[in-house]
């Protein structure tokens, strides 16, 4: 008998991905100029050239063995160290090689923190709405998901709602700024509110919270604000980070753990992280990527395209009277559906073309998300089916 937990979450695809192939069956039919896909949040801006550039230099000079070797099991300790730098001048803080972890990406290192730190019987926290992978990796590594909505209004953290959910079993909350879906940023207020509340939590119950800040987001922001480094704040804090979005890296699967220097024994929590990451069979993250990243640590790619269609669809949207949340940041708009199935609303969407996502799997109701990192043409593309997809509603 094979494990039935795997195999149904093997043949159930997410919905992201289920209608991502959807779009793929419907470009191949109609043209893919002709279908407007808002689904994924794969970037459309090409990498910084500094990325290509030094990965043609390391090809060309660096001998096979070294490039295309096993790095050590975290990660190579020159690219950790330079990486450590990076977060010491940028953020102040006293991050060291040896609390860095290399990771393929942001779901390793969650998925690596998680269950470097539950024990079976914990419970790990979501503010919805969330990346809908977290139920998986919080699962897998056998904590029990707790959901706490945030404020309907603005999606931000309800505090009321989070102290009520915090319990003794509480090992994990994660907390995800810029947000996907609805790129809400997290208020440096906020944070230290919700910093003073888990050291409370802590106290009480004499156990350690833990707070894993799921980073891919971290520079694509359109306010202009600086998105708060939450260890600074809180001490018992993993920093999940990846490549994948700023610098346009999904398919090279690199990123890491950072585990502060101020979480309690941060040596045994980066020991299980080391444990988890071979357990779970994450050793060695790409090493042509890993020596790559380490050279572009202050890159990202064009973000201003994202910026810029931001404003299109917002503006459009808006003037056709649909009711947006304004993203500040990551590359996704979080729209009410105008009727309360948010799937019947995406259902009538695909009859313009239209591919979105509803939100149900992010954990609220009622609302669908667009992945607006596609090309600004797309954009410009879909507006005539958005406004006529709207007026659907107004007959
Ligand atoms: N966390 C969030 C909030 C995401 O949106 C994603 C990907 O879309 C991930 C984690 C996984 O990122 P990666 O591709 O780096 O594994």
């Known amino acids: 008998m094979i494990s039935e937990k795997m195999m149904s979450l093997g043949k159930k695809s997410s919905v992201i991905r289920g209608i991502f192939e959807y779009g793929k069956k419907r470009k191949a039919e109609i043209g893919a100029e002709n279908v407007f896909d808002f689904s994924l949040g794969n970037p459309s801006v090409p990498a910084p050239k500094e990325v290509t550039e030094i990965m043609k230099e390391f090809l060309e000079t660096v001998p096979a063995e070294v490039l295309h070797g096993y790095t050590s099991g975290p990660g190579d300790i020159g690219v950790r160290t330079e990486i450590a730098n990076y977060i010491n001048n940028k953020f102040k803080v006293e991050a060291s090689a040896n609390l860095i972890y290399m990771t393929c990406g942001a779901a390793a290192s969650l998925t690596i923190s998680l269950n470097a730190i539950v024990n079976s019987g914990d419970e790990a926290i979501v503010l919805a709405p969330f990346f809908p992978e977290y139920r998986v990796f919080a699962e897998q590594a056998?904590?029990?998901?707790?959901?706490?909505?945030?404020?309907?209004?603005?999606?931000?953290?309800?505090?009321?709602?989070?102290?009520?959910?915090?319990?003794?079993?509480?090992?994990?909350?994660?907390?995800?700024?810029?947000?996907?879906?609805?790129?809400?940023?997290?208020?440096?207020?906020?944070i230290i509110k919700l910093s003073e509340l888990l050291n409370n939590k802590q106290e009480e119950y004499g156990t350690d919270i833990y707070l894993l800040a799921d980073e891919p987001y971290r520079e694509l922001v359109f306010t202009g604000e600086e998105v708060p480094y939450i260890p600074k704040y809180y001490d018992n804090t993993i920093v999940c980070y990846s490549y994948s979005k700023a610098l346009s890296l999904p398919g090279e699967r690199i990123g890491y753990i950072f585990v502060s220097p101020k979480v309690t024994d941060c040596g045994d929590v980066y020991a299980a992280v080391c444990g988890a990451g071979r357990a779970l069979g994450y050793v060695c993250a790409p090493s042509l990527m890993q020596y790559t990243i380490?050279?572009?640590?202050?890159?990202?790619?064009?973000?201003?395209?994202?910026?810029?269609?931001?404003?299109?669809?917002?503006?459009?949207?808006?003037?056709?009277?649909?009711?947006?949340?304004?993203?500040?940041?990551?590359?996704y708009m979080f729209v009410k559906s105008p009727v309360e199935d948010a799937n019947e609303f995406c259902e009538m969407a695909k009859k313009y073309e239209l591919l979105l996502v509803p939100s149900d799997d992010f954990g609220v109701n009622g609302f669908v998300r667009i992945s607006y990192c596609v090309s600004p043409e797309q954009i410009e593309n879909s507006l005539p089916a958005f406004k006529k997809l709207i007026e659907e509603y107004k007959k």
Do not use: W
């Open 142 to 190: 056998g904590a029990t998901l707790k959901v706490v909505p945030c404020k309907k209004e603005d999606l931000q953290i309800d505090f009321v709602a989070l102290e009520k959910a915090i319990t003794n079993k509480t090992k994990a909350i994660i907390v995800n700024s810029p947000n996907n879906p609805s790129g809400v940023i997290i208020p440096e207020c906020d």
């Open 294 to 331: 380490a050279k572009c640590l202050d890159k990202t790619a064009d973000v201003s395209i994202y910026e810029a269609n931001r404003k299109m669809l917002y503006d459009a949207l808006t003037e056709y009277g649909y009711t947006v949340i304004k993203p500040d940041g990551a590359f």
